[in-house]
């Protein structure tokens, strides 16, 4: 069955997916418990906006619980040796594996990812539990030696001790083990908070390892940002603070955290330029766009969002480019081959449609898509706004859907100085077959992570995080388990 539009269908499974739901209550000193109040969130799939069921609202008494639990664990979890808690991450990673496709039902039901994205979330969400595994029995630091005279320097590594942890919806599994397993491999214990649109497969997580991780290591309490992630970010006995999210949501962190002078983790929004030179594969870059600006809906703070293509080539780019998302697949969950799914949630397809409104009433040009498509399911048409002027607000603001949008420069000098001006820093990419421009450009742009001739390739081993208003801190590598340790200094009078 399809949902017609004038260019663009929706594809529909012929059946349902059934998945497998968490318990109810909050994850607290493993287990599930009731919480202290009876509000309740609905969780909606939102390709076909059924109630799929309800969480716990949430509230300060639980997350007080919660953090009393992590407390009470976290002295024997961090005595434990690196060993010890790299084969309880690998367990985790195998739990996953066994488990995949439960896994990824849950996620698509939640989110209305197609099955490809859902399976690349769970696949990565395995691989990161299975890096930290290997990175916690690795640390490097300086040598025990005599760095003063009749004096021997030992730097010990220590967990931070309990960290709250605050997770987006785009991604939910696989950002809470992008904290996870190094917060646990650093040798924490932690509450974390989900998206309350989103917490399925977290708590299906907490249910499967209970056996595995011991009682108040992992605790997860759902809820709404404004009473539980407040709480956690201002909560004396929480050491650290980190949340994947939106730039607000990070503000009103390191506000509330600053009342404690506790550490954050700030992984924010981006707003990435696609930085197209005369000499690139066009080709090539169209596809690259193609896949990386519609990746999970361009629901994706690293999505290639934003071209900038050399005035010369910029024509025939763009027609390459309107060919490529002129083709793209949309779908429910279970779908066949479908490339994107739904918008998260109905207040989010609103807000998407209000920036397309407000690109039409700046007369910019439509080339493809901009529609929503009609039900059930909060779908949109995959975008793509061309003659973009500089300074246009497209431009800026992270819109955060299937929407891309092509400017044009004349030099070298102008694409770095338009790429960069940008609140955010998280990724850029650069497109050229020239070897000088390829290790000269990057070097000059205000960005976390700038790929070569790709974009949107990510490698666990390698860190992840912005500058600027993309936040500080960094996610995968073993600079994540820095990010989760501190560092102590303890000197020997040997005089």
């Not at 017609?4 to 599930?32: C, K, M, N, W």
């Not at 960005?447 to 949107?456: D, R």
């Amino acid at each position: 069955m399809t949902t017609e539009t004038a260019l663009f269908t929706v594809r529909r499974a012929e059946s349902s997916l059934a998945p497998s739901f968490p318990p109810f209550g909050q994850f607290i000193g493993g287990a599930f418990v009731p919480s202290s109040s009876s509000e309740t969130v609905d969780i909606v799939n939102p390709a076909t906006e059924e109630v799929l069921t309800q969480v716990p609202g949430g509230t300060v008494e639980d997350v007080d619980a919660a953090v009393a639990a992590a407390v009470a664990a976290k002295d024997a979890w961090a005595a434990k040796t690196p060993r010890d808690r790299s084969a309880v991450l690998l367990k985790i990673a195998d739990i996953i594996e066994a488990n995949r496709e439960l896994f990824e039902t849950l996620e698509a039901a939640n989110t209305g990812k197609p099955a490809a994205v859902a399976e690349d979330d769970i696949s990565s969400a395995i691989d990161t539990f299975r890096f930290s595994a290997g990175a916690a029995r690795a640390y490097s630091t300086l040598g025990a030696d005599d760095y003063a005279e009749n004096h021997t320097s030992v730097v010990h590594r220590e967990p931070v001790g309990v960290v709250g942890v605050i997770t987006p919806w785009n991604y939910p599994l696989l950002m809470a083990a992008w904290k996870i397993a190094p917060i646990l491999g650093a040798g924490n214990t932690l509450v974390l908070k989900p998206s309350e649109q989103t917490p399925l497969t977290t708590l299906k997580l907490a249910e499967l390892i209970a056996d595995v991780v011991p009682a108040g290591v992992i605790n997860i309490v759902t809820g709404p940002g404004r009473v539980v992630g407040n709480r956690l970010s201002e909560h004396p006995d929480v050491d650290l603070v980190a949340i994947t999210g939106s730039v607000g949501s990070g503000q009103k962190v390191a506000a509330a955290a600053a009342g404690s002078v506790k550490r954050v983790h700030l992984e924010l929004g981006g707003k990435a330029p696609v930085v197209v030179f005369a000499d690139a594969d066009l080709e090539a870059a169209a596809k690259g766009v193609r896949s990386a600006g519609f990746w999970n809906g361009g629901q994706e703070c690293g999505a290639a969002c934003r071209v900038l293509v050399h005035e010369s080539v910029a024509e025939k780019f763009t027609e390459l480019l309107v060919r490529e998302i002129s083709e793209i697949t949309i779908g429910a969950p279970g779908a066949d081959d479908a490339e994107i799914g739904s918008m998260i949630s109905k207040a989010h397809y609103e807000r998407v449609l209000v920036a397309l409104d407000e690109i039409r009433k700046d007369g910019l040009t439509i080339a493809v898509g901009g529609n929503a498509i009609d039900g059930p399911g909060y779908f949109i048409e995959p975008t793509v706004v061309t003659n973009v002027p500089a300074g246009a607000a497209i431009t800026s603001n992270e819109i955060f859907g299937p929407v891309v949008s092509v400017e044009t420069f004349s030099n070298d000098e102008e694409a770095i100085t338009r790429a960069n001006e940008t609140i955010y820093g998280l990724a850029a990419s650069v497109w050229t077959k020239d070897s000088a421009r390829s290790l000269t450009i990057p070097r000059k742009l205000d960005f976390g992570t700038v790929w070569v001739n790709s974009h949107l390739v990510i490698a666990t081993e390698m860190p992840w995080g912005g500058f600027k208003g993309s936040g500080y801190g960094r996610d995968l590598s073993s600079y994540a388990l820095d990010d989760f340790s501190r560092t102590k200094h303890v000197m020997y009078n040997r005089g």
